[in-house]
């Protein structure tokens, strides 16, 4: 008697972005804005970060209402119906709730049950990380068609008085479909971390350390004198970065992994009709870029001037505008690159839809 065989998918041989959507919230911050709450000028945050405004979510919008903004424009996009979907991925580190997942309700949101829904948290290399995935869930044959959702409500862990990260962050989402090709239209990802970094950039507090500092003020009354320093505000998480760490780390290092990604893609800069790295500051988009020498044919995105730093939402947003703008470039190739806290990164060379 023969041994039993099992089947297995069908393999696809190629993967392409088949729509783009994006949301936008419509309060905007100025620079005057953010100097109400920081010593600083608006000429000195333009020359340190090129950021002139950012897009804040109010109240009542969720990240997971950006999410759904953003996904039903890729969808109508790429001509497919949410019930199509054979996976829904949202990249976030903003949504409120440890479990369930964003990704579960978004997927209910919008039809796409019983799609296998998961979160990805790789802060501002998440949208990356989620086009990686989406990419072997399309070519295993585990999925037909992928929505991947990059979402931030940065606003909500934010100190507005502290001025080492608050003041760049924005709220935003941006949201591909993947699905099969007849051409290559997603080049291999590089990806990876750098764990030594781990404290560069992240939350004030934990969870657990908030529970804590909860308990000692009911049990006790009153707060100890240390904790006395940590007002019922501050006791809620917030974002910071070590600025200078960051920066050496992006400019000197993410050079090198976009390059690999264009090196693993068979191609050279020239090849490029538009650079979409993290919308992380000006500087070191400018940075990359000459170290890259990208010729001046290629499209830089420059999206952080009017929306700030979005995080895993900065990638997907800053390639919508720049297609919004240079029409053209739809069918041409597009370096992106994501980085941040983790540390973490992910590039990869796709095909502009």
């Not at 051409?183 to 657990?208: E, F, Q």
Request: charged content about 20%; glycine content about 8%.
């Amino acid at each position: 008697m023969s041994a039993p065989v099992l089947k297995q998918a069908p393999l696809r041989e190629h993967t392409r972005i088949l729509g783009l959507g994006a949301y936008r919230p419509n309060v905007i911050v100025t620079n005057e804005d953010v100097c109400q709450w920081i010593d600083s000028s608006d000429e000195w945050i333009r020359q340190r970060t090129g950021i002139v405004t950012r897009h804040r979510a109010p109240a009542d919008v969720s990240v997971i209402d950006m999410a759904e903004g953003a996904a039903r424009e890729a969808l109508a996009k790429a001509g497919i119906e949410a019930s199509q979907l054979g996976a829904v991925i949202v990249s976030t580190v903003t949504h409120p709730y440890a479990t369930p997942s964003a990704a579960a309700s978004l997927a209910d949101r919008l039809g796409a049950t019983p799609a296998p829904a998961f979160d990805i948290s790789a802060a501002c290399a998440g949208y990356c990380y989620g086009i990686a995935q989406g990419d072997a869930l399309v070519r295993s044959g585990a999925a037909e068609y992928v929505l991947v959702v990059g979402a931030e409500k940065l606003s909500d862990v934010i100190d507005n008085t502290e001025r080492t990260i608050s003041f760049l962050l924005g709220d935003g989402a941006g949201a591909v479909v993947i699905g099969p090709s007849d051409t290559p239209g997603i080049g291999p990802s590089v990806w990876g971390s750098d764990g030594s970094k781990w404290d560069a950039i992240g939350m004030t507090h934990s969870l657990l350390d908030v529970r804590e500092l909860a308990l000692a003020a009911n049990k006790s009354g009153a707060l100890s004198a240390e904790e006395a320093e940590v007002t019922d505000a501050a006791i809620w998480p917030t974002l910071r970065q070590d600025g200078q760490t960051v920066f050496r780390w992006a400019v000197w290092e993410m050079a090198k992994v976009a390059q690999q990604a264009l090196d693993a893609a068979g191609i050279t800069a020239e090849d490029l009709v538009a650079f979409v790295p993290h919308q992380a500051n000006m500087r070191i988009i400018d940075e990359m870029v000459k170290k890259l020498k990208l010729p001046e044919s290629v499209k830089v995105a420059r999206d952080i001037a009017e929306a700030g730093n979005t995080s895993a939402a900065s990638i997907p947003l800053a390639t919508h505008r720049l297609l919004q703008e240079n029409p053209e470039l739809s069918g041409g190739l597009a370096l992106q690159i994501g980085f941040g806290a983790g540390l973490v990164f992910g590039a990869q060379v796709i095909v502009l839809p």
